[in-house]
């Protein structure tokens, strides 16, 4: 985690949101929540409980890339990957939202919560086999080689570890 920008004015920002839903959730259903509440996701539970990953999940899917990235270790639990497969989001229009869409299922919260993410500079904010081929990301293409059983491609590091 060394030098990941953590703050503590986000950290309090996310535990008043957490305790703001957790008032409302228990509230009066007259109660207006000023909580967004993001498009659900696919299947029937997230990777970890919904209370969990509301509050923890940036820790699992940091944890994940430093797996990863440092370790090689690729497991699927909490693969960013499978975040955006289950967790895009399809507009009125048909499309499935990008990250800077105020309808895209991580910005939704963030941009209410205040926080800034570069992860989809990199990452693809959509599912790979919907995102159009010149948009794919070095993600996106490195999980469609691993999927034709080609070695996919030689892992860059992360902005913030480079020396
Ligand atoms: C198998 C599909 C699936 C995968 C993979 C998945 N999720 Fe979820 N996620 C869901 C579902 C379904 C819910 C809603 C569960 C509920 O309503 O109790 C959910 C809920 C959430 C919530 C809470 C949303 C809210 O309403 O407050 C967050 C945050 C979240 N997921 C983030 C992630 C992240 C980050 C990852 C990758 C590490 C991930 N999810 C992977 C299906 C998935
Ligand atoms: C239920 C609302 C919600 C959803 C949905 C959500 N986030 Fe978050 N996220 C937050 C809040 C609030 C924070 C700030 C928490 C903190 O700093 O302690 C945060 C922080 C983060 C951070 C750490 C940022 C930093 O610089 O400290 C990452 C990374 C992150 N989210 C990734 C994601 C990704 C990727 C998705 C979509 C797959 C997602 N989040 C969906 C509410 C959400
Ligand atoms: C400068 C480009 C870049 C940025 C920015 C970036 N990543 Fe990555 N990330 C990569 C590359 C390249 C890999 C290795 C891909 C591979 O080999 O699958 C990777 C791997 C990962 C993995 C492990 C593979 C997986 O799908 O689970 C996770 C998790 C991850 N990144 C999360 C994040 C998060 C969260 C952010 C934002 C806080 C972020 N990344 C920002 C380039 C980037």
Do not use: W, Y
Not at 13 to 21: D, E, G, R
């Amino acid at each position: 985690m060394n030098g990941h920008p953590f703050t503590g004015g986000r950290r309090f920002a996310a535990t008043a949101l957490v305790l703001a839903a957790v008032l409302s959730a228990g509230g009066a259903a007259a109660e207006v929540s000023l909580v967004p509440v993001p498009a659900r996701g696919r299947g029937d539970a997230c990777v970890e409980p919904t209370e969990v990953m509301r509050r923890n999940h940036m820790e699992f899917i940091l944890h994940q890339r430093d797996e990863t990235v440092h370790r090689g270790i690729r497991t699927s639990r909490h693969s960013f990957v499978g975040c955006i497969d289950c967790h895009a989001v399809k507009r009125d229009d048909g499309q499935l939202a990008r990250f800077d869409d105020p309808e895209h299922f991580c910005t939704r919260c963030h941009s209410f919560a205040a926080v800034r993410i570069d992860c989809f500079e990199c990452h693809a904010d959509r599912p790979a086999n919907q995102a159009p081929a010149a948009e794919r990301s070095p993600t996106t293409l490195s999980q469609l080689a691993r999927a034709a059983g080609l070695p996919g491609l030689p892992s860059v590091r992360h902005a913030e570890q480079l020396p």
